[in-house]
């Protein structure tokens, strides 16, 4: 098992720049894939970023060029750096780890893009 807790989010007007972080209660050195998930008022949730143990990186279309996504496997941590943040990117974020085929989560920080 593994529990994850978000933090960062908050209030940012459009164009500015956000980072979240996502702390695991265990070594994340196996876990092979993490990811940034979110969830808009009225949506379902979407993948937005993920990451391998290999640092193999992928990302929704909708944030390519604008968010990155890290790990750091010593301090047990994934971050989301989201830069030229628009309206549309305001949504709940979730961490997520996906350890022996189940799929774990956080309970989500808010992000809020607006002026």
């Known amino acids: 098992q593994v529990q994850l807790v978000e933090s960062g989010g908050g209030l940012v007007q459009p164009g500015g720049s956000l980072r979240l972080s996502c702390a695991a209660s265990?070594?994340?050195?196996?876990?092979?894939?993490m990811g940034w998930y979110r969830q808009a008022p009225g949506k379902e949730r979407e993948l937005v970023a993920t990451i391998t143990s290999g640092a193999r990186t992928n990302y929704a279309d909708s944030v390519k060029g604008r968010f990155t996504i890290s790990r750091d496997n010593g301090k047990n941590m994934v971050y989301l750096q989201m830069n030229s943040l628009k309206p549309e990117d305001t949504a709940v974020y979730y961490c997520n780890a996906v350890l022996n085929r189940i799929n774990y989560w956080g309970k989500g920080t808010l992000v809020t893009v607006s002026s």
């Open positions: 265990r070594t994340i050195f196996s876990i092979n894939v």
